[in-house]
């Protein structure tokens, strides 16, 4: 089954760190571009962060750059976003995406862990 | 960065009715456009890539069109499954990779 499975979600207090680890079945993550997309409660979809297909590249949207990180492991085919000096506005649904190589649209999205900032 | 502009914000139909949903550009990106679909507590869902072809699985009353700032999506006769949010996103330029601000189809 083709599938994105996103975990590690949870309650962190401003300013402390989490991981968020996303379990890829069905296809091999070096095949894909894989990506985060987040979401507000009740608000739009804001794109955070991707890795290239090979793993050789990161990018990042404004807001989480110089505190997330992006990384895969393809042994193991998951996806992972440590996110460091969390505030109140990264509180979100992180989803975890794929798309092909190098057309950005995502194809298949996991259900998504909610991470809340709050002390 | 390139942001998309969405229209109108809610659009309130019945079933069976046709609904028509806008997604303005600020630059052009020729046809790199995709539309998804979000249900609520569910993720997206990619409906439409490459402004008018349809994702795997998609049924053919959702068509897309328009071409450098301005893009449709038409979902032909509403069914009630149709009823959600609906977003557009652009992938001529990135990063970032950039969304709409969504339209809400409701039932009227």
């Known amino acids: 089954q083709v599938q994105l499975v996103e975990s590690g979600g949870g309650v962190v207090q401003p300013g402390r760190s989490l991981r968020l680890s996303c379990a890829a079945s069905?296809?091999?993550?070096?095949?894909?571009?894989l990506h985060w997309v987040r979401q507000p409660a009740g608000k739009g979809l804001e794109w955070a962060a991707v890795i290239w297909y090979d793993g050789t590249k990161g990018y990042y949207a404004d807001s989480v750059k110089g505190r997330f990180t992006v990384s895969r492991d393809t042994s193991t085919n998951t996806l992972s976003l440590e996110m460091n000096s969390l505030t109140a506005e990264d509180t979100a649904i992180y989803y975890c995406?794929?798309?092909?190589?190098?057309?950005?649209?995502?194809?298949?999205w996991g259900r998504g862990t909610l991470v809340t900032v709050s002390s | 960065e390139i942001v998309l502009t969405q229209s109108p914000a809610t659009l309130s139909l019945s079933p069976g009715e046709r609904a028509t949903l806008s997604c303005k550009t600020s630059q052009s990106i020729s046809r790199y456009l995709a539309w998804y679909q979000q249900k609520p507590g569910q993720a997206p869902r990619l409906l439409i890539y490459d402004a008018s072809n349809r994702a795997t699985g998609i049924p053919a009353r959702f068509s897309g069109s328009g071409s450098g700032t301005d893009f449709t999506l038409t979902i032909s006769s509403l069914e009630p499954e149709d009823f959600a949010v609906y977003y557009c996103q652009q992938r001529q330029s990135w990063p970032p990779l950039t969304f709409g601000g969504g339209t809400r189809v409701e039932i009227k």
């Open positions: 995406a794929r798309s092909p190589p190098t057309d950005w649209y995502l194809d298949l």
């Open positions: 069905g296809f091999t993550v070096s095949a894909y571009a």
